[in-house]
């Protein structure tokens, strides 16, 4: 089965510091990976996604993310934060032929002025 | 451009009531699917259309949950005889055909439910 661990429920960091929000999965199969974002009373919007080209993969608003098959992680990153930041994040697991999504409890990420 | 919409995006009921959420996907796409989100949880997956096909359906689904996508345009979802428990934001997607190994799925601003 497959499943999504985020380490850290609450990140805080200073504006312009960098952002590294951590998720390791578990699958017994070449998963395909993703970064989604929800601000308040909003819906999800995909940041990036790994589907097994590039293991180093840029999204949007200047984040990116690293897969490493060896730690089975997927981290976040971002080389400096923004106020505008500041949201709820999502890691989440799938892979070739499955259509639903598996997610990571959550991240919130707060950024100190 | 006119994204995955859903309505209403908010409803308060009492336990035992039942309720019904839409869901007007991407005019293209024709994959829909249904998550449910609980506070301070990541969203969980409920259910997935095809066209008009229900392809799969979690065992989060009890009997008295009920998905619809007759036309295979847009979807509805029922919850009959209301519980506490069900309070959570229900959240549905969209996505297009394949054209690569994985779609992306837009999802839609949620219907928070409350029941009281």
């Known amino acids: 089965a497959q499943s999504v661990t985020q380490l850290g429920s609450h990140v805080s960091v200073s504006e312009g510091a960098l952002v590294l929000l951590r998720c390791n999965y578990s699958s017994s199969v070449p998963p395909y990976l993703f970064w989604y974002v929800q601000y308040p009373n909003q819906g999800l919007q995909l940041l990036l996604k790994y589907t097994s080209a590039a293991t180093l993969v840029k999204g949007i608003n200047g984040f990116e993310a690293e897969f490493k098959k060896s730690e089975t992680s997927f981290h976040l990153t971002k080389p400096s934060a923004h106020m505008s930041d500041a949201a709820e994040y999502f890691c989440?697991?799938?892979?070739?032929?499955?259509?639903?999504?598996?997610f990571g409890q959550g991240t919130r990420l707060t950024i100190n002025p | 451009d006119t994204g995955v919409s859903q309505d209403p995006r908010h409803k308060i009921t009492k336990r035992g009531q039942n309720v019904t959420f839409r869901c007007d996907p991407i005019?293209?796409?024709?994959?829909l699917y249904w998550y449910r989100q609980t506070l301070g949880q990541g969203p969980e997956f409920l259910t997935y259309f095809q066209n008009e096909a229900q392809l799969e359906k979690s065992r989060l689904l009890s009997d008295r949950f009920s998905a619809e996508r007759p036309k295979g345009s847009f979807s509805t979802l029922e919850i009959q005889r209301t519980e506490q428990g069900d309070s959570a934001m229900y959240l549905c997607?969209?996505?297009?055909?394949?054209?690569?190994?994985?779609?992306?799925?837009?999802f839609g601003p949620g219907t928070r439910l409350t029941v009281l």
């Open positions: 989440a697991v799938s892979y070739q032929g499955a259509q639903k999504l598996v």
């Open positions: 005019s293209e796409h024709n994959r």
């Open positions: 997607a969209s996505s297009s055909p394949p054209g690569g190994p994985y779609n992306e799925q837009f």
